[in-house]
């Protein structure tokens, strides 16, 4: 029975504007999204695939600092090299935009919105103040000590283990850039929050619902949270990098970024709806409009998505509320964190430059840190690569050569084979179970058994290979369209020309 269509609106969270991606960003939320739009597309399904420029980080701040750069112009040359970097990965995006005066009007009407009902509440927020750089210590302007895990962290969000920190219980904070011994001196201001408390019994019936679409280390973050009281989660902020608020009484305050990013990533739906799909009405991301949100993210932006933003959807009340959210844990290179800050990276771009979007895509998937960290080296990359996807092409390509352009007949067992790959293909694409693990190791199974037995069964190889390049499109779109072009080539029924079927040798 063929399922009924589904519309589905998915987002990457945005990435910070102070550098390109590097593999560890690729990795995650950017081609887990493509992978998944591309698989519900290839299903029948609608979808919207959104991101854009996380433009108003501090982190934009701090790192346009430590380059002597501007840090408007750093975030317009990055926004540009991310979405380039995008494009080279076969990452088919809707929309990639950067703030411009509709985003940040549309992030001001939404606050002011929420603040005109009373859904935000003002509290008295204490923040150490330090002389020597002028500023509030916050999010990345603040280092100090998890006071869940105890791990370094900077300000708001610990990125080992997802839980929330503010200025008073951060452990040892420190001014950025201003040395250990700086003295700071406590200051306190009025700023807008959202109570997330008010909302436990929503947050407690919204992930009893939805239990069968998040994966188990978000649930136990939920578990984690719901297990002591919520936080007042900032809207607001004393600094001048971000959108300013523009309400009376929170004069020299912006938006906190990871508050803007709900209705900025409202916005950039709407980009990809224009693009994508100008038929469809306005308002995507309406509770009313019959798109199922899915939103893909790394692990460490978990409280935002889980929380923050479900918060701020309850506050408000006309918007659809997530279907799933898919996170992945970290990528690791050589053993540690992937870091822009300590050059310890390998740039996306250049990776993909050297080797090609498929074979890149297929490692990142087969090895994919869907529920546990991973770790990349150049050298498993080529290995992987090498022995689950050239070689077997490679043997099919030889075993078939005698056979090229003449037909061959599969045996009586060839469709049920390759009906199973078929099911288990669509259980890894579909959003209660997809994993891009699954598919590609599926994928890679299917042709180590297609080159074992193409010598003795040249039409099981020849039905088997066309199967693969039509499931497989979502992992390696630009190799399943080369397959599949030489199957239109050959008269119907006979063996097409393999060779030469990689551009990129290993």
Known sequence: MTPAPRRFLVTATPPTTNG????????????GADVFSRAQRMLGHTVLYASGGDDHQTYVVTTAERLGLDPVELAARCNREIAGTLELAGIDIDAFTSPDDAYRAEVREFFTGLHRTGRLKTRTWTFPYCGRTGRYLLEAFATGYCPECLVGTCGAICENCGHPNDVDSLLFPTSTGAGPVTATQPRETEILVLPLEEYREQFTEFYRARRATMRPHVLRFVDEMLSRPLPDFPVSY???????????????????????????????????????????????????????????????????????????????????EPAAIVTNEFYHLDGAKFSTSRRHLVWARDLVGKYGADNVRFHLALGNPEHQPANFTEADFLDTVRTRLHQPLHSLAAALAPHTGRPVTAGPRTEALLDRYRDRMRRAYTLETFS??????????????????????????????????EHAAPLVPGLAAAIEARYTAAAPGTVPDLADLLPVTL
């Open 20 to 31: 390109d991606l590097h593999v560890g960003h690729l990795s995650g939320p950017y081609l």
């Open 238 to 320: 004393p600094a001048d990098w971000g959108i300013p608020v523009g309400i009376d009484g929170f004069d020299g305050q912006v938006f906190n970024v990871w508050a803007e990013m709900l209705p900025g990533l409202r916005h950039m739906a709407e980009a990809a709806r224009a693009r994508r799909s100008p038929a469809t009405p306005p308002g995507v991301w309406a509770a009313d409009s019959g798109f199922e949100l899915v939103q893909f993210l790394g692990y460490d932006n978990t409280f935002y998505f889980a929380f923050a933003h479900l918060g701020l959807t309850f506050a408000h009340g006309g918007l659809t």
């Open 436 to 469: 891009m693990r699954q598919a590609a190791e599926t994928t890679a199974n299917l042709l180590a058994l297609l080159a074992a037995r193409a010598p003795d069964d040249p039409g099981l190889a020849v039905t088997g290979l066309r199967a693969a390049a």
